[in-house]
C-alpha cells in the first residue's frame, strides 16, 4: 500500500468515525469539521451554522476560480451492517464504512490534494444533501462567491457525469363522501376510488412520455410511494392521501409535468396537490439552455482530463450549481450501487484514482 493511500485512509477512518447520519442530522459546528479544520493549514476557512443540523465549511486557499463540493451526512445505518457502521475497515480491495462511498471517500481525497499542493483551491463541505433540504447550498449561491466552476462529489466511478435527471415530490388530497358502502354512490363518492383512478390516469401520462430524450437518458421516471386513506371495508372512504414522485429530464417542462398530473384527478375530487421539493435537472434551464450548459460541462472536463461517463438517474446538487450559473458536472469515487447500502464500501483503487486527479488538477 502507497504512502499516499494510508494517508487517504487515515483520513477515511477519521471522518467515518464521526457520526453524521441524516436523519436525525444532529450535526455541530465542531466534530467532523474541527477535523477538517486541523487538517487544512493555510486556507481561509469559514464554518457557517445554517439550523437543525445543517452546517458548512468553506475553505479557500489563493484566487481560484473553481469549488470542490462534498457532502459530509450520510444516510443511517441499519440492523443488516455486519459491524460497526462508524468503524472502517479494509476488506482486500474495498474500504468498508458509513459514508464511505457516499461520500466521505471523496472528502478524504480533497484533503489528501490540497497538502501535497499549494496552490489556489476551494472547498465547499456540507452537511444537508441526504435530508432534500439543500440550505448549505442555497446560503452558499446566495453570497457573493464569485466561483464560474463547480465539481460535486458523488459516486461516478471517477468519471465526470455532466447530466442527470430531476427531482419533485408531490403530496395529493383527493377528497369523497362518507356513507353506506352498500350506497349505488359508494363508486363515485369513494376517495379511495378517486385515487386509484388518478393513479391509472398518471401512469398512461408517465408511458405516453416513453420516447423522450436527453443526453443518454429516455423516459419519465415516476413512483406512488405511499398511499392512505379509508375508515373500513363498509365505510365510504372520505379522503385519500397519496405521495409520489416524478424524475424529468433536463428537457421537460417540470411546471407542464404538475399541471398534467393534477389533471388527472377529477377536478371535483382533489382537494390538496402540493410539491413539497424541487431538485432541478442537470444541466438546468429550458432545453436550449441545458444543451449549453451540458456543452461547457464537457468541455471543462475535457481541458480537465477527466473521462466523461454516461448521464445518471439519480438527482445531485451540482443541478443547484447550474441553476445558478456555474458551469458544473459530477465527479467522485466509488459506485452508487453501494450508496445507502449496508455494508456500503468503495473501493481503494477509486479512492486513490479520485485523490490523484484532484491533486493534478489542484497543481496545475
Same mark, same amino acid.
Not at 118 to 132: H, K
Not at 161 to 173: D, E, F, K, Y
Given at each position: ?191 379511495? $376510488?378517486? &385515487?386509484?383512478? /388518478? ?8 408511458? %405516453?412520455? !416513453?420516447?423522450? @430524450?436527453?443526453? =443518454? ?122 450508496? $445507502?447500502? &449496508?455494508?456500503? /464500501? ?8 479520485? %485523490?490523484? !486527479?484532484?491533486? @493534478?488538477?489542484? =497543481?496545475?
Amino acid at each position: 500500500m502507497s504512502n499516499d493511500l494510508e494517508g487517504l485512509l487515515r483520513h477515511l477512518e477519521a471522518l467515518v468515525a464521526f457520526d453524521t447520519r441524516n436523519p436525525p442530522r444532529l450535526i455541530g459546528t465542531g466534530g467532523i469539521f474541527d477535523y477538517l479544520r486541523a487538517h487544512l493549514p493555510g486556507f481561509r476557512i469559514e464554518v457557517s451554522d445554517h439550523g437543525e443540523g445543517a452546517v458548512s465549511l468553506f475553505a479557500v486557499r489563493g484566487n481560484p476560480g473553481r469549488v470542490f463540493n462534498v457532502h459530509l451526512d450520510t444516510v443511517p445505518s441499519s440492523e443488516a451492517w455486519s459491524a460497526d457502521p462508524h468503524v472502517l475497515r479494509i476488506d482486500g480491495d474495498r474500504a468498508i464504512g458509513l459514508g464511505a462511498c457516499d461520500i466521505k471517500g471523496a472528502a478524504a481525497g480533497l484533503l489528501v490534494a490540497a497538502n501535497a499542493t499549494t496552490g489556489d483551491a476551494a472547498f465547499l463541505f456540507s452537511s444537508d444533501e441526504e435530508a432534500n433540504d439543500p440550505r448549505c447550498i442555497a446560503a452558499f449561491l446566495a453570497r457573493e462567491h464569485g466561483f464560474t466552476e463547480a465539481i460535486i462529489a458523488e459516486p461516478t466511478r471517477c468519471e465526470a457525469v455532466l447530466a442527470h435527471r430531476g427531482i419533485s415530490s408531490v403530496l395529493l388530497r383527493l377528497k369523497g363522501e362518507a356513507g353506506h358502502a352498500s350506497g349505488a354512490n359508494a363508486l363515485a363518492a369513494n376517495a379511495l $376510488h378517486h &385515487a386509484m383512478r /388518478w393513479g391509472g390516469h398518471a401512469l398512461d401520462l408517465v408511458d %405516453a412520455e !416513453a420516447n423522450a @430524450r436527453f443526453g =443518454g437518458l429516455t423516459g419519465l421516471r415516476f413512483n406512488i410511494g405511499k398511499v392512505e386513506g379509508g375508515i373500513k371495508a363498509n365505510v365510504i372512504a372520505p379522503s385519500a392521501e397519496l405521495r409520489f414522485g416524478f424524475r424529468p429530464l433536463p428537457s421537460h417542462d417540470v411546471q407542464q409535468l404538475h399541471a398534467r398530473f393534477r389533471g388527472c384527478a377529477a377536478p371535483a375530487a382533489l382537494a390538496h396537490y402540493e410539491e413539497t421539493f424541487r431538485g432541478p435537472s442537470l444541466p438546468a434551464g429550458d432545453t436550449a439552455t441545458a444543451e449549453e450548459r451540458r456543452l461547457a460541462a464537457r468541455d471543462l472536463a475535457d481541458g480537465l482530463g477527466l473521462p466523461i461517463g454516461n448521464a445518471v438517474d439519480f438527482w445531485t446538487e451540482a443541478s443547484l450549481f447550474s441553476q445558478a450559473g456555474l458551469t458544473a458536472f459530477v465527479y467522485g469515487p466509488g459506485d452508487i450501487a453501494q450508496a $445507502h447500502t &449496508a455494508d456500503e /464500501w468503495v473501493a481503494l483503487e477509486q479512492l486513490q484514482r479520485y %485523490a490523484d !486527479a484532484v491533486t @493534478r488538477i489542484l =497543481g496545475t
